[in-house]
């Protein structure tokens, strides 16, 4: 049996403000809009070989704004603009909690990441969480995986001292962090 390499081989990825812009409560699929480089950067992700998940906190659902059934409306929409194909995703993680719920699945909970990681024989030495907030990064921290930061503007980053204390590494796009890894 071969060792583990260390070529990323499990990316999970949070939606808004890394695949698509973050829109606050976004809940219609028309105000979908993808961030530059993420077709290119999921592409080459895809073609190294790495099975990719989506995991998003969705409070909104859990405040009563909108329903699952428009954060799924929405995630369609975000797969149909990506067009790499209805199985982009192994699978899809949507976190209903409102922050002040008991965490299940909402992140900075590692559950998601370890079921699928457990579900799929998947090795935490060779996956990453891949994000623009700090739950994001913690999760993965928390699940034992590699994070990393999509910080478009690292001057205007809000979560400077987190990121820098948890030690995740800043990419200005998800193009830029695709390109740093598989190169």
């Known amino acids: 049996m071969r060792g583990i390499s260390n070529v990323p081989r499990t990316i999970f990825l949070d939606r808004d403000g890394t695949l698509i812009e973050n829109r606050h409560y976004l809940s219609s699929p028309e105000g979908v ?11 080459r992700v895809r073609e190294a070989g790495a099975k990719l998940f989506l995991f998003t906190n969705q409070s909104g659902v859990g405040r009563g704004y909108f329903t699952l059934a428009d954060v799924e409306g929405v995630n369609r929409r975000m797969i149909e603009m990506l067009d790499l194909g209805a199985d982009l995703f192994t699978q899809i993680c949507i976190a209903p909690e409102r922050p002040d719920e008991p965490q299940v699945y909402r992140k900075p909970s590692p559950r998601f990441i370890q079921e699928m990681l457990a579900e799929h ?63």
Not at 33 to 43: F, K, N, Q, R, S
């Open 121 to 183: 024989g998947l090795a935490a030495e060779t996956a990453w969480m891949v994000g623009d907030s700090s739950s994001d990064w913690e999760a993965g921290i928390n699940a034992g995986v590699r994070a990393a930061a999509i910080v478009p503007d690292p001057a205007a980053e809000l979560e400077r001292e987190r990121r820098l204390e948890l030690g995740v590494d800043a990419y200005a796009s998800l193009l830029d962090w695709a390109s740093a890894v598989f190169g």
């Open 33 to 43: 809009a993808l961030l530059p480089g993420v077709c290119e950067a999921l592409a």
